[in-house]
């Protein structure tokens, strides 16, 4: 199969996976938010926020060594599955376990212990079965990605059930670990039909050795990546409790969710990226601008177009009740472009293990979220943290550009600037006030000026592919 075949065969499944883990998640949060009023679902959100920031520090580690060993080395998948389970099964439970006393110190509630333990419960069974899909996914098999959307699918039905008697925190969050109980069992079920000969079935002291020693090197950098993503999380919680955290996470978990749609690319490329980095091809860099170009085009508009919905999507999701997150929404939503930027720079840089670049990326982005926050939290209250977010996924950009290509940034590249400033220029419409009460026409206006600029300008890959 040709590398363009495979990267659309990846594509596809990735689309379809993350997709389902898209709108399940989505749905959720949502009957979760409606269930429990702003100030449980706030209490939900810190235990959802604190569980996923420890189990990323994981999860991320160990499946990005598992999918970059397999990749590489094309290694089979027996030979790396007993080692990524054991090292997910250890490192996760160490990282996951601290989840529990982090939730209770934040939200100094000793009534959040039992679903803090049913969530810690599940994001390990989560982290034990994304072993074998990190390999598989190195291995060009991304089918194995549906394994989230069934978690997903599951776990709404044990909200429909735990919607049939008294709804609660607790029933909500276990219906959730149950799910990932599930999907763990089929997984490991599946993959030992797949395999039942595989000689290289067993776990080798220098394979364990290797899968350990390079998953506690990234490590590290999970951990700025984790509390990088989760800053608003624990600051808002920190400097307004558990009612004002409902208020923003009904903002930022659209955001969050939106954020996944970029790695269905990431992680379409990130094999053949793997290879080039190895191999030390001279085509790195003209891929990435291929990637980043292709991906501005598709997201400005959506952007734009949800930024000035904001409020109504707000009001139709969540209700009358949550109305204040609209200006969170809508300022949150400015950190994708800036986001997915930096998701598609470092792939590079993690084909490279370039941890120290890495930490320091997260590090410095972590220290201006909370600065941000400390400052003006007071003043500007939730817009405060939204605003922090959008300034931190912008200074990752700037330094995932200047340490994966330093003599030549990606982000100067005139294509990709042009597309930059008038894409900018053009999410800014919503916010001068015009067409207030048009939401609508306002969101055609949005992406006609976007479109406009953008034919006229020539800055669409597929505008100068006709033309040459």
Not at 30 to 54: K, Q, T
Not at 192 to 217: A, C, D, M
Not at 224 to 237: A, D, E, L, Y
Not at 403 to 415: C, I, S, T
Request: aromatic residues 6%; proline residues 4%; hydrophobic residues 55%.
């Amino acid at each position: 199969m040709s590398g363009r075949s495979r990267v659309l065969k990846n594509a596809l499944w990735l689309g379809f996976a993350t997709g389902g883990s898209l709108i399940t998640s989505l749905v959720y949060g949502l009957l979760a938010a409606r269930y429990l009023g702003p100030e449980d679902f706030g209490r939900f959100s810190l235990i959802v926020g604190v569980g996923a920031l420890m189990a990323n520090v994981a999860q991320g580690a160990g499946t990005s060594v598992l999918t970059v060993l397999s990749a590489q080395q094309y290694r089979p998948p027996g030979q790396l599955l007993l080692p990524g389970l054991l090292t997910q099964a250890v490192i996760g439970i160490a990282c996951v376990a601290l989840s529990v006393p982090l939730v209770l110190l934040l939200g100094r509630d000793r009534s959040l212990l039992v679903p803090a333990l049913a969530y810690c419960g599940g994001s390990i069974c989560l982290l034990m079965y994304s072993a074998p899909v990190a390999i598989f996914r190195g291995l060009n098999k991304m089918q194995w990605s549906v394994a989230q959307p069934i978690a997903g699918l599951l776990s709404l039905v044990g909200v429909w059930l735990a919607a049939r008697g008294r709804v609660s925190l607790d029933r909500i969050v276990a219906a959730s670990a149950g799910a990932q109980a599930a999907v763990l069992l089929i997984a490991l079920i599946a993959t030992i039909r797949l395999y039942p000969r595989e000689s290289h079935l067993r776990i080798s002291s220098r394979v364990v050795s290797e899968v350990f020693r390079k998953t506690l090197g990234l490590s590290g950098v999970t951990i700025f990546q984790s509390v990088h993503w989760k800053v608003g999380t624990i600051m808002v919680q920190l400097l307004g409790g558990a009612y004002a955290l409902g208020i923003y996470a009904a903002g930022a978990k659209p955001v969050e969710n939106i954020r996944t749609i970029p790695m269905v690319l990431m992680l379409s490329v990130f094999p053949s990226v793997s290879q080039m980095a190895s191999e030390g091809t001279g085509g790195l860099r003209g891929s990435q601008v291929s990637y980043i170009t292709l991906v501005l085009a598709l997201m400005f508009p959506a952007v734009g177009a949800l930024i000035a919905l904001s409020p109504t999507i707000v009001s139709l999701l969540y209700g009358r009740a949550y109305a204040e997150a609209s200006a969170v929404l809508s300022l949150s939503l400015l950190a994708v472009i800036p986001g997915t930027v930096h998701l598609i720079l470092i792939m590079s840089l993690v084909a490279r293990h370039a941890i120290g670049r890495l930490s320091i990326i997260y590090s410095t982005a972590i220290v201006v979220e909370v600065g941000v926050d400390a400052l003006l939290y007071s003043r500007a209250g939730l817009v405060a943290a939204a605003i922090g977010a959008v300034v931190a996924s912008v200074v990752t950009a700037l330094m995932a550009d200047m340490y994966a290509f330093p003599q030549a940034p990606v982000l100067r590249e005139r294509r990709v600037a042009k597309m930059l400033v008038v894409g900018t220029a053009c999410l800014g419409i919503p916010f001068t006030g015009i067409l207030e009460h048009q939401r609508w026409m306002l969101c055609g206006l949005t992406i006609a000026a976007f479109v406009f600029a953008g034919l006229v300008l020539k800055m669409f890959p597929v505008g100068r592919a006709a033309a040459s």
